[in-house]
């Protein structure tokens, strides 16, 4: 027999991770294994099964009509709500706003995180991987409402930019409470996102498939065209979905920039909740844009494919 270390102590941590593998086999034992997959993804179910049962009291709420009696809703159920969504002016426009400004954001988005993230994944100094991603983590640690504080403070008529332009001349422009301010805030706020999903899909691009398309004639703008943007489509779509489906639903940025001109549906579902209690309307406004929402994402599938947002190298 071996001889053993009388000096050898059993460590704690090796202690804490029998008991804790002996709990573990106490509460899931071995004949369970094969619902182990299950029992992972139930966390993700149980999120699932309570956003349904959400749908589906907003959907009770959406038929119902508000009585300006009372201001309870109805007893009985109606499409009154939907039809008047659906048949104001007002709603449509703000729709077509937000429609409009998911499309700009997401385009301008990814016209300015491509090139980037393509700098992060291919530099080689490390110093300056380095910098590039402080730069992009930086945003996360600071809240969404402060950030758009701060645009208030430098867009303003007093603020840093019209001091910088009044020096060349320029009087005081108005840079705030208008469309361009509310996209701009946006791009702002949608770039790391947009950055953090190419990353993946620039870097499973190998760097030799360029310099084969250098090597047989094709300039830097061929190789862009024909080689790197379609292998990083996954990551181009993937971007453009979370940019979209973020801009389309945001209420913040709108609010502050816009000044309250400039609202999207997010807002003009707050006000019916919070401002004229018409909680039915705002229900409706909630389920349609869940619906077009969910519309977009189901025709990027249907034109580029599910399987396209993998992220892995294609067999």
């Given at each position: 027999?071996p ?9 704690l941590?090796?202690?804490?991770m ?37 749908l ?32 104001s ?12 400004g ?35 983590f ?17 867009l ?40 953090l ?12 498939t ?11 703008l ?11 489509k ?27 001109s400039?609202d ?20 409706a ?27 892995g190298?294609?067999?």
């Amino acid at each position: 027999m071996p001889e053993t270390n009388p000096d050898f102590r059993y460590p704690l941590r090796w202690r804490i991770m029998d008991m804790a593998e002996a709990i573990a086999d106490f509460l899931w034992p071995r004949r369970l294994s094969k619902y182990t997959g299950w029992l992972f993804i139930m966390p993700a179910l149980m999120l699932v099964g309570i956003l349904v049962l959400g749908l589906i009291q907003i959907a009770d709420a959406s038929l119902r009509t508000l009585d300006t009696a009372t201001y309870l809703p109805s007893d009985n159920w109606s499409l009154d709500n939907f039809q008047k969504a659906l048949g104001s002016s007002v709603y449509f426009k703000v729709a077509w706003r937000s429609l409009l400004g998911a499309a700009l954001t997401t385009a301008i988005t990814l016209c300015f995180a491509f090139p980037y993230a393509y700098a992060m994944v291919r530099t080689q100094s490390p110093k300056v991987r380095k910098a590039l991603l402080i730069a992009l983590f930086l945003p996360f640690f600071i809240g969404q409402v402060v950030r758009a504080y701060g645009w208030l403070i430098l867009l303003g008529n007093g603020g840093m930019v019209n001091d910088v332009l009044g020096l060349v001349g320029i009087g005081p422009v108005r840079l705030l409470f208008n469309y361009p301010a509310v996209i701009f805030g946006l791009v702002q706020y949608m770039l790391p996102f947009a950055v953090l999903m190419l990353a993946p899909a620039l870097t499973a691009i190998p760097t030799e498939t360029e310099i084969a398309a250098g090597s047989l004639g094709a300039n830097w703008l061929q190789t862009l065209w024909h080689v790197i943007l379609p292998m990083a489509k996954p990551g181009l779509v993937g971007a453009g979905l979370v940019v979209g489906t973020l801009s389309l639903t945001d209420f913040a940025v709108p609010a502050m920039l816009g000044g309250g001109s400039q609202d999207f549906v997010a807002n003009a579902i707050y006000d019916q909740f919070f401002r004229t209690a018409d909680q039915g309307l705002g229900a409706a406004l909630a389920l349609l844009l869940v619906a077009v929402g969910s519309l977009i994402v189901g025709l990027v599938f249907m034109v580029f494919g599910a399987g396209t947002l993998s992220m892995g190298a294609r067999k």
